[in-house]
T-cell receptor, first 112, second 112 residues
Framework: QKEVEQDPGPLSVPEGAIVSLNCTYS??????FMWYRQYSRKGPELLMY????GNKEDGRFTAQVDKSSKYISLFIRDSQPSDSATYLC????????????FGSGTQLTVLP | EPEVTQTPSHQVTQMGQEVILRCVPI?????FYWYRQILGQKVEFLVS????????KSEIFDDQFSVERPDGSNFTLKIRSTKLEDSAMYFC??????????FGEGSWLTVV
């Protein structure tokens, strides 16, 4: 079983739609959870960082963590064509200099 | 906005040659990382560096690889005796506290 699983998509939605991106993980020791956005041939851009179960909102983005189910989600409201990218979930164990374990990424296209 | 900068953006090298990838982390960040992403695959952790020493490294980071912080601003990854399978995008990243990790745009290495 992979440590972090993410539906690769591709996912295509109309502009204005609510997008739901999900990851599951097997290692219950993961404590910190991140979502990154990656445009083609570019570096991952940090979108959200959470460390507790529940929801965290930032503008149009909401990150949700359910540690009991080992499941995290990213919701994008009022999606825009500029949101078209690959979304990566990443997580790490506790401790300093934490190394990230990434999901494989979900490719999202928002159609105008 | 501060950013991690990487050079070169693209390097082509012959198999067996040594390459040095350079990074300038975000000023006042204390944790530094190298990750790589083979085309079409996950972003993978290579090494983390804190307080002038390696704090964690993955199985990928064997004797072929080394890192150095030669001065107060640069962070380098050296790959000795490159192999075809070293062809990948190499990302440098930095963090102020080991929590939120920011990535550079990447150095695309092609080994021929």
């Amino acid at each position: 079983q992979k440590e972090v699983e993410q539906d690769p998509g591709p996912l295509s939605v109309p502009e204005g739609a609510i997008v739901s991106l999900n990851c599951t993980y097997s290692n219950s020791a993961f404590q910190y959870f991140m979502w990154y956005r990656q445009y083609s041939r570019k570096g991952p851009e940090l979108l959200m960082y959470t460390y507790s179960s529940g929801n965290k909102e930032d503008g149009r983005f909401t990150a949700q963590v359910d540690k009991s189910s080992k499941y995290i989600s990213l919701f994008i409201r009022d999606s825009q064509p500029s949101d078209s990218a690959t979304y990566l979930c990443a997580m790490s164990l506790s401790g300093s200099a934490r190394q990230l374990t990434f999901g494989s990424g979900t490719q999202l296209t928002v159609l105008p | 906005e501060p950013e991690v900068t990487q050079t070169p953006s693209h390097q082509v090298t012959q198999m067996g040659q040594e390459v040095i990838l350079r990074c300038v982390p975000i000023s006042n960040h204390l944790y530094f990382y190298w990750y790589r992403q083979i085309l079409g695959q996950k972003v993978e952790f290579l090494v983390s560096f804190y307080n002038n020493e390696i704090s964690e490294k993955s199985e990928i980071f064997d004797d072929q690889f080394s890192v150095e912080r030669p001065d107060g601003s640069n962070f380098t990854l050296k790959i000795r005796s490159t192999k075809l399978e070293d062809s990948a995008m190499y990302f440098c990243a930095s963090s102020a506290n080991g929590n939120t990790i920011y990535f550079g745009e990447g150095s695309w290495l092609t080994v021929v």
